[in-house]
């Protein structure tokens, strides 16, 4: 009895923190079908007085839309493949290899988390341009190959696990990366949602970096296509709204597949240091 009022406790205080945090995205929705009008009315309209489509007609109907899309669907997609082959390696030998310097890889690698882009964008413009990749894709792909957080997570979760069935496995003869991908990997599914997760909507939603590393319309993102429906003198706030709404459902997809693997993956990542 004591257990189920205290869990009607926690819904109560949770379902309007809940409501608040939905309010924006049920309004976002409700003003992608409003016209421009309507949006552009003041006091703003709250609920539209029909179904209006034209914001979606005009977002769909742009030639350029579909290549944004496929834009950040393919700099997504690699960030996200790459931070989960490429994290779990790094997190793996985090947690059970010791080496000269481990430690203070580790540290200095989480140190780098608190370094705001704003101080390192700069000298990532430059590698980039080295490189040759400014205006590609290459140069929004090659930052998110993987980061310090997916390296930090794995590791963690990883000291979670028991050794036992790593130590059955090398004494069978098994090399550290076969016992890494048919042992602990597939123990991992909760870290492996939540990393793929994050990153996808990390990468997704980022609009600062394209913008300083794409010129060509052809090559923008989503979200830096979106901004040019906003202009100066005219927006049209409908195709805004439809575009974002868009947006969004890929990421909200995506996190409604996965979010039951999150707490267990963010709980297993603490229990060992």
């Known amino acids: 009895m ?31 079908v409003m016209s421009d009008a309507e949006i552009n009315r003041f006091p703003p309209a709250l609920w539209p007085k029909g179904i209006h489509l034209d914001g979606y007609r005009y977002m769909l109907g742009n030639a350029l839309f579909p290549r944004w899309f496929g834009n950040s669907l393919i700099v ?25 310097g ?9 140190a780098t988390m608190v370094v705001p882009f704003q101080l390192t ?22 930052p998110s190959l ?23 496995a090398w004494i069978d003869g098994c090399s550290r990366l076969r016992v ?30 394209p913008l300083i590393a794409i010129n060509h319309d052809t090559r923008y993102t989503l979200q830096l296509g979106l901004t040019t429906f906003q202009g100066l003198h005219h927006t049209k706030w409908s195709a805004v709204m439809a575009g974002n709404v868009i947006t969004v459902l890929p990421v909200l997809v995506a996190f409604l597949l996965a979010q039951k693997t999150f707490v267990q993956a ?3 990542s603490g229990i060992k240091g």
């Open 146 to 168: 993987v980061t310090p957080f997916a390296v930090f997570l794995f590791r963690q979760f990883f000291l979670s696990l028991p050794r036992e069935m790593e130590e059955a």
């Open 102 to 110: 481990s430690r203070l890889m580790l540290g200095l690698m989480l």
């Open 121 to 142: 964008m700069i000298p990532t413009f430059l590698v980039m341009k080295w490189l040759g990749l400014i205006d590609t894709l290459g140069a929004l792909i090659l």
């Open 180 to 209: 890494l991908f048919s042992i602990v990997l597939p123990l991992s599914r909760p870290a492996l949602a939540t990393v793929a997760v994050l990153t996808f909507l990390t990468t997704w939603n980022d609009l600062t970096w």
């Open 76 to 100: 997504a997609s690699v960030a996200v493949l790459s931070n989960l082959l490429l994290g779990a390696l790094g997190g793996y030998a985090f947690a059970r290899m010791r080496f000269g």
């Open 2 to 32: 004591n257990a189920r009022r205290s869990g009607l406790g926690w819904h109560l205080l949770l379902a309007p923190i809940a409501l608040a945090f939905a309010v924006p995205f049920v309004w976002l929705v409700l003003s992608s």
């Open 266 to 268: 963010l709980t297993s």
